[in-house]
């Protein structure tokens, strides 16, 4: 049984979750940006996984795992702090791409990929953080955030630009499942776009080796 108190801070309203493992009380404190709604259906998750420890259920139902999985970082660390839940080890979107494009350097010593390839990636990077902040967790990284993203360079560049862009990043998200980081990337489901340019028709292509 999981409980929903209410507290009163420097004139705003926040709560805090209270539940037992076994004699032992646990809270899930919320700050002032969670609204009752959030706080009342977050309640319910606990209970829901409560109930799956205390009766050794290993998979609390597709509805609350999609919860969770929806769920901002902050809250999976918290169901995670409180023993509810396992949580991956959280990363930064910086840390996330100087991890790939140290991989993607020592594929370039291997010779795997060529030069211009990772000038490639490093260029998208670059283009990426125009948008997002370095320290934003994994985490927090939507597929409608992404799409925002998408949306934006579409006003900054051309179509099949944009299109390299989404399908090399995809790269740099798809390694970082691979590596454990995240179960989906937040590039899945949406599409890179053209690659050719509407008024000239012409073909966006990378010099030699890249072709998006």
Not at 25 to 31: A, C, E, V
Not at 83 to 91: K, R, T
Not at 176 to 183: F, H, K, L, P, Y
Request: net charge positive.
């Amino acid at each position: 049984m999981a409980t929903l108190i209410e507290r009163k801070r420097g004139g705003s309203l926040m709560f805090e979750i209270r539940f037992y493992v076994g004699k032992q009380r646990k809270t899930i404190p919320l700050g002032k940006k969670y609204t009752q709604k959030t706080a009342e259906k977050l309640r319910e998750i606990v209970e829901t996984l409560q109930h799956c420890q205390d009766n050794g259920i290993e998979f609390p139902g597709k509805r609350t795992m999609d919860w969770i999985q929806s769920a901002s970082d902050e809250i999976r660390q918290k169901l995670g702090k409180a023993g509810l839940i396992d949580v991956p080890p959280s990363h930064t979107l910086k840390e996330v791409w100087d991890s790939f494009l140290e991989h993607k350097a020592k594929e370039m010593k291997s010779r795997k990929i060529v030069e211009s390839t990772y000038d490639l990636y490093d260029s998208i990077r670059k283009r990426f953080f125009r948008f997002y902040g370095p320290n934003e967790l994994l985490g927090d990284l939507t597929k409608d955030r992404m799409q925002m993203w998408k949306d934006h360079l579409l006003d900054e560049v051309a179509t099949a630009t944009v299109a390299c862009y989404i399908k090399e990043a995809k790269t740099c998200f798809n390694w970082a499942v691979t590596q454990g980081w995240i179960s989906e990337s937040p590039l899945d489901g949406i599409a890179p776009g053209s690659f050719r340019n509407k008024k000239t028709t012409t073909m966006f292509l990378w010099p030699i080796t890249t072709v998006c």
